[in-house]
């Protein structure tokens, strides 16, 4: 199987700007548009005809933004000349990062790379061509979009307090503050928003939503601190987004890829997401860099 095109180089901003991934020869709907978010904020997608390479040079450490996409999961006996290829690709990473292309697929088929101590995942792609008003509506927040120079700060903080997992925290921080300046790039060239929910001027739950191609857009990074979930804010952030991506952004199709074993899927499927694809990847933290 071969992608197209040969080279996707990264894309200038700019609201009239559209990534080209939708062009290659991919078939998963998660993989596609997250190409095309990566593509947008400034990374690079270069085709070497059995695999893509995307690479993040404005954030090095960031994992899914320096990866190989394979165009299926290798047979066993052909798996080890990945993570070789991917040691070539990228010698100074300390990370592994695998994704597969297709539409269907289990953790099981990615055993080979278990075994061998890789978080082995198999992300739910889900879609929605129209959005209701969830059950658990809450009311006490106020919705809307990051604009300040402040609310982008507590954007980070926001995911520093989310994701605890790892040990070295400055580091983290690092990727953590890269990214946010991808995502403000991206809402700043027009290509979508960020949207938080606010207690009391305390930005609590947040999500991005990003044109990914003709007729689409995808969410990104839904995230709700500990001590405030359970309580309808990423529901009803997700309902307020979505509204602007049908309104604002003219998307027909909405995407989120979610964790199926996570209870936040369920969230999704009130405001009226449905499952459509399996989404497989596998990745190996820096040694010591994960409780």
Request: charged share 25%; proline share 4%.
């Amino acid at each position: 199987m071969s992608f197209r095109p040969r080279v996707a180089a990264a894309l200038p901003g700019g609201a009239d700007s559209s990534p080209t991934v939708q062009s290659m020869n991919l078939v998963s709907l998660g993989y596609r548009t997250d190409l095309a978010l990566l593509q947008g904020g400034g990374s690079a997608v270069e085709d070497r005809g059995d695999h893509l390479v995307v690479r993040s040079d404005h954030n090095p450490t960031h994992w899914w933004g320096n990866f190989l996409l394979l165009a299926r999961v290798p047979a066993p006996e052909d798996s080890a000349v990945w993570l070789d290829r991917f040691a070539a690709t990228f010698p100074q990473a300390a990370h592994v990062t695998l994704g597969f292309d297709g539409t269907r697929g289990r953790v099981e088929d990615l055993a080979w790379f278990s075994e061998r101590g890789f978080n082995a995942e198999a992300q739910t792609v889900m879609t929605a061509t129209k959005v209701h008003r969830p059950r658990h509506f809450n009311a006490e927040a106020v919705c809307r979009r990051l604009e300040t120079d402040d609310d982008w700060a507590q954007s980070v903080e926001v995911r520093m307090r989310c994701d605890d997992r790892f040990v070295d925290r400055a580091s983290h921080r690092g990727f953590v503050v890269a990214k946010a300046a991808t995502n403000r790039k991206l809402v700043e060239a027009g290509r979508g928003a960020w949207f938080g929910a606010f207690l009391d001027g305390r930005l609590v739950s947040q999500m991005g939503l990003v044109s990914a191609g003709p007729g689409l857009a995808r969410f990104q990074s839904v995230e709700t601190e500990p001590e405030f979930r359970r309580r309808g804010l990423a529901g009803s952030l997700v309902h307020h987004a979505s509204e602007y991506g049908f309104d604002t952004l003219g998307a027909g199709t909405l995407v989120m890829v979610a964790d199926p074993a996570y209870f936040a899927i369920d969230l999704y499927r009130a405001v009226g997401f449905a499952a459509g694809e399996s989404q497989l990847q596998v990745e190996r933290a820096p040694t010591g860099s994960m409780r």
